[in-house]
């Protein structure tokens, strides 16, 4: 069974998996494919950020953190990164995280998430996003040079909680 829960030191292997995994593509986020584990670690682990996995008995399928989108005043509208095991795809877990992320949000303080960046281009996630309740309010031209597509737009989607 898979439970999603707040991530250990211990699980930083796990996650460093995923995340090169998934940078490698060079059309999800903006990390350089060969960004190193120790920057990207320090990136998704960093002291603001409540990070965790996706963990089915003690194997890390996925990983996403939550934080505040601004400072101060705009601290009240949550933020997110997620990335899921390119062997784990099409078995629900970006579904399962996004929904614990939703209510972790709400746990946290949060109003509403705002996502800065969802490459347009990735239909999956733009489709999960739709379906938990997040709509696309705006969209930002040329905003990564994706590795098949080249200079691709970038949505900003955003949920009330």
Same mark, same amino acid.
């Not at 940078?23 to 409540?50: C, H, N």
């Not at 400072?71 to 877990?93: E, Q």
């Not at 960046?117 to 990735?122: A, G, L, Q, R, Y």
């Given at each position: 069974?898979?439970?999603?829960?707040?991530?250990?030191?211990?699980?930083?292997?796990?996650?460093?998996?995923?995340?090169?995994?998934?940078?490698?593509?060079?059309?999800?986020?903006?990390?350089?494919?060969?960004?190193? /584990? #120790? &920057?990207?670690?320090?990136?998704?682990?960093?002291?603001?950020? =409540?990070?965790?996995?996706?963990?089915?008995?003690? %194997?890390?399928?996925?990983?996403?953190?939550?934080?505040?989108?601004?400072?101060?005043?705009?601290?009240?509208?949550?933020?997110?990164?997620?990335?899921?095991?390119?062997?784990?795809?099409?078995?629900?877990?970006?579904?399962? /995280? #996004? &929904?614990?992320?939703?209510?972790?949000?709400?746990?946290?303080? =949060?109003?509403?998430?705002?996502?800065?960046?969802? %490459?347009?281009?990735?239909?999956?996630?733009?489709?999960?996003?739709?379906?938990?309740?997040?709509?696309?309010?705006?969209?930002?031209?040329?905003?990564?040079?994706?590795?098949?597509?080249?200079?691709?737009?970038?949505?900003? /989607?955003?949920?009330?909680?």
């Amino acid at each position: 069974m898979t439970q999603v829960r707040k991530a250990t030191d211990g699980d930083k292997p796990a996650v460093w998996q995923i995340i090169k995994a998934v940078i490698a593509g060079g059309d999800t986020y903006t990390f350089a494919p060969d960004t190193p /584990m #120790a &920057e990207m670690l320090a990136f998704w682990f960093s002291p603001e950020k =409540y990070v965790y996995v996706a963990d089915a008995d003690g %194997v890390i399928l996925g990983t996403y953190w939550l934080k505040a989108n601004q400072p101060g005043l705009g601290d009240h509208v949550g933020n997110g990164g997620y990335m899921v095991s390119p062997g784990a795809k099409g078995r629900g877990i970006g579904k399962l /995280m #996004a &929904e614990h992320s939703i209510e972790e949000g709400r746990r946290i303080g =949060y109003h509403s998430i705002q996502f800065n960046f969802v %490459v347009k281009s990735n239909a999956v996630a733009v489709k999960l996003w739709k379906s938990v309740g997040f709509e696309i309010i705006g969209e930002i031209p040329d905003a990564i040079r994706h590795s098949r597509d080249g200079l691709t737009n970038a949505y900003i /989607m955003y949920r009330k909680l």
